[in-house]
């Protein structure tokens, strides 16, 4: 079973700045592009960030130009630094591989942001 591990959330206020991290088992990471999503409350989980193989990234238009996704391919880690975080961006953060797999997920790591 693959294992998830996502860190880094927390309480913050609104434009503060959080810095996700997440670990991947290095057999799905290093031939993955990997994603950050997130599900709040009531809502379906959406794709946030995306990052290929190369570094090629992708992001949602509510957080381009606040987030940015990277990778760490040595550590098997993916990181999303979230600035100017809005009330709007408060949900519980996943990594996975992307596309998304039918298989489980990691716990998340809880964002919230208050205004």
């Known amino acids: 079973q693959v294992q998830l591990v996502e860190s880094g959330g927390g309480l913050v206020q609104g434009g503060e700045s959080l810095r996700l991290s997440c670990a991947a088992p290095?057999?799905?990471?290093?031939?993955?592009?990997m994603g950050w999503y997130r599900q709040a409350p009531g809502k379906q989980r959406e794709s946030v960030a995306t990052?290929?193989?190369?570094?090629?990234?992708n992001y949602a238009n509510s957080v381009k130009g606040r987030f940015t996704i990277s990778r760490d391919n040595a550590k098997n880690t993916v990181y999303l630094q979230m600035n100017s975080l809005k009330p709007e961006d408060t949900a519980v953060y996943y990594c996975?591989?992307?596309?998304?797999?039918?298989?489980?997920w990691g716990q998340g790591t809880q964002v919230t942001v208050s205004s």
């Open positions: 996975n591989s992307y596309p998304p797999p039918s298989g489980p």
């Open positions: 290095r057999i799905m990471f290093r031939p993955s592009a």
């Open positions: 990052i290929s193989t190369v570094g090629t990234t």
